[in-house]
């Protein structure tokens, strides 16, 4: 990696070489996706001992679980002998067996068999899977293969009290609701584009616009680590927003959430998976559209769709890849943008080592 090659100023738009640079999708496999926290999923989704997921942080295949004893683990997905491939889906099951010579582990990852070896073969202790850093904040579980990160109480301290306030330990997470689509954006393009609300009248005037004004969206506190956003939404309370880079932005309401979780595919792809959920009986219900959106499709016998203003975002964020063959000098960032500038300064801080400026807050209205 050069210096240049990642080189910017994050007060104003990324150039274009970081939608299509191989260069600084390499940097960024190393200082983010192999050295930061990822999110990964909702903890409903390993809710009972022996639950089984296949995940992937960045280019690497992840094993979450939870173990006999009730905690959640994250192991290398990658047999120790060959290297296959270990779970394809989600399974329910004490052991993981491999399903190319049968190697057994444990859920520790201990190897606790090879068929047709003798003792003297294989080297169990030396034959475990590895296992990675897993954490839950209020039931978004983040999955780090970097050993020394920091702890993501510390990372996300600044929207905690926020998204606290807003009943996020209330939230009933349907992970079976969660949804995967392929857009073909490099994903920085997607997570920007889910962070700021600056595009709602231009880009959802029909969708969002009506409910949730662009001139009603205001800048709540954050920093490179992690931002709270907001807006008025009409006839209910008003909206939070957490964008938690690299890849997670969560929008709350007093009834309910929604959210998008971002992975990168190449540079030119990304896979964006949507979820939510609402706030447990007993807790409000007076929520707006996002939570009318939630119960809506929860409740319909068609089953599950994707919120109406999510096309939009892709088709934007699609276009903004097919101009991203050529360059321009990038505009300054406005005021309504400052989430934006905070992902700026995170990249900046994880491609190349500038420590972030301190938490900014603003008075909301
Ligand atoms: S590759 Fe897994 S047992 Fe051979
Ligand atoms: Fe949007």
Same mark, same amino acid.
């Given at each position: 990696m050069t210096a240049s090659a990642v080189t910017f100023d994050p007060e104003h738009a990324l150039p274009n070489a970081f939608y299509r640079d191989p260069v600084v999708h390499a940097a960024e496999m190393t200082?983010?996706?192999?050295g930061d926290w990822a999110f990964v999923t909702t903890e409903d989704a390993v809710a009972a001992p022996g639950d089984q997921l296949p995940v992937i942080v960045g280019d690497q295949p992840v094993l979450l679980l939870r173990n006999q004893e009730g905690e959640l683990r994250a192991l290398?997905?990658?047999?120790?002998?060959?290297?296959?491939?270990?779970?394809?889906r989600p399974a329910k099951a004490k052991r993981i067996q491999c399903p190319y010579h049968a190697w057994t582990y444990n859920d520790s990852g201990r190897l606790l068999a090879a068929p047709?070896?003798?003792?003297? @073969? =294989?080297d169990k202790a030396e034959h475990c899977l590895p296992e990675y850093l897993v954490e839950s904040w209020h039931g978004l579980v983040f999955v780090s293969?970097?050993? @020394? =990160?920091?702890p993501l109480a510390e990372r996300f301290a600044a929207v905690e009290p926020h998204a606290v306030a807003y009943g996020i330990d209330r939230m009933d997470h349907w992970s079976d609701q969660q949804e995967t689509q392929v857009w073909d954006c490099n994903w920085k393009l997607a997570i920007i584009n889910a962070m700021e609300s600056y595009h709602l009248f231009q880009v959802?005037?029909?969708?969002l616009e009506p409910y949730s004004p662009t001139r009603d969206a205001y800048y709540v506190a954050g920093s490179a680590r992690a931002t709270a956003t907001g807006g008025r939404v009409e006839g209910a309370d008003d909206y939070l927003l957490i964008s938690l880079p690299p890849n997670f932005v969560g929008a709350f309401n007093s009834g309910g959430f929604f959210w998008q979780a971002v992975h990168p595919m190449g540079t030119h792809r990304c896979a964006v998976r949507t979820g939510g959920g609402y706030v447990s009986?007993?807790?409000?219900?007076?929520?707006?559209r996002l939570s009318r959106w939630i119960r809506r499709t929860a409740s319909s016998a068609a089953g599950y769709s994707l919120p109406d203003f999510l096309p939009e975002d892709k088709a934007i964020c699609e276009r903004g890849q097919r101009g991203a063959t050529g360059d321009f000098s990038p505009g300054r960032l406005v005021p309504a943008e400052r989430v934006v500038a905070d992902f700026g300064h995170y990249l900046n801080w994880r491609l190349n080592g500038v420590e972030p400026p301190t938490v900014h807050r603003e008075a909301s209205p």
């Open positions: 200082g983010i996706w192999h290398s997905n990658l047999c120790a002998h060959r290297g296959t491939l270990l779970l394809e047709f070896t003798s003792k003297d @073969d =294989v293969l970097n050993p @020394d =990160v920091e959802h005037p029909k969708t009986p007993g807790g409000s219900r007076t929520g707006g």
